[in-house]
């Protein structure tokens, strides 16, 4: 899994407890499966330093009335978060986070209890450890990452382009755009579509970023790197037809 990372002491991917609380701090949205029904709350929710949901329920709502009546700690509802592209990609949805549990009502809202963290990604689902979790921190840039993609697809999609020299040339191939579709502290992953399917590729950075300017600095190593490697035989053929 690790092979050719050995010179790094930090990992070139966020740990699945990381990912899935930077999922749980930038949704919107928070879907509710309980006593059979499902519920959306939109902006309803925040959460807590150790990973609990603290959710607004209307005081009429059927959940509420649920968790009052509910046999205290058995798991009684599933809560699932969409973590959204912000670069409009074919399947927008990089991964789905769901939260087994139950809820506590507190001070008129309803504060969840996950008994069970499962996050879905494009590679496969894993179960996320409840430790782990209550521990980790959103990724220091998850909040911004919504802002930093779109100006970089928006802006900068010649820095992009330029990127792509990074890429092994084999995961170019058929290649008729190229989204960056996702940033954390650790790197930076592009989206290669295809005609009929496309595959993400993500290019580490050489130290972790833990603001904003670090990740600035961090982009212009890729592009500098970039600028020195030579340019994908695939993008060069169709960029010479173009001329013709």
């Known amino acids: 899994m690790g092979a050719g990372m050995g010179e790094h002491s930090w990992a070139a991917a966020p740990a699945a407890a990381e990912r899935a609380r930077s999922v749980l701090d930038t949704a919107w949205s928070c879907a509710v499966t309980a006593d059979g029904g499902r519920e959306e709350f939109v902006g309803a929710h925040t959460v807590t330093e150790d990973g609990r949901v603290r959710l607004q329920v209307p005081e009429d709502s059927a959940l509420l009335a649920a968790a009052i009546c509910a046999p205290r700690g058995e798991p009684s509802a599933v809560l699932e978060f969409a973590d959204v592209s912000p670069v409009p990609v074919r399947n927008r949805i990089r991964a789905r986070l769901w939260l087994a549990?139950?809820?506590?009502?507190?001070?008129?809202?309803?504060?969840?209890?996950?008994?069970r963290v499962v996050l879905r990604e494009p590679s496969g689902a894993v179960v996320v450890d409840l430790d782990e979790f209550a521990a980790a921190a959103p990724d220091p840039l998850a909040t911004a990452e919504a802002r930093l993609l779109t100006h970089?697809?928006?802006?900068?999609?010649?820095?992009?382009?330029?990127?792509?020299?990074l890429v092994e040339p084999d995961s170019l191939h058929g290649a008729v755009k190229v989204q960056p579709i996702a940033v954390d502290r650790h790197g930076l992953t592009l989206r290669i579509e295809r005609t009929r399917a496309q595959g993400d590729v993500r290019l580490p950075f050489h130290r972790p970023a833990d603001d904003v300017a670090q990740l600035t600095e961090r982009m212009h190593v890729l592009l500098t790197q970039a600028a020195s490697a030579s340019c994908p035989r695939a993008l060069q053929r169709?960029?010479?037809?173009?001329?013709?």
């Not at 549990?101 to 008994?115: I, K, Y």
Request: with cysteine; hydrophobic share 35%; aromatic share 8%.
């Open 238 to 244: 169709q960029r010479t037809d173009g001329d013709g």
């Open 101 to 115: 549990g139950w809820f506590v009502p507190e001070d008129g809202d309803l504060v969840f209890r996950a008994t």
């Open 152 to 165: 970089l697809a928006d802006c900068h999609s010649d820095a992009v382009e330029r990127l792509t020299r």
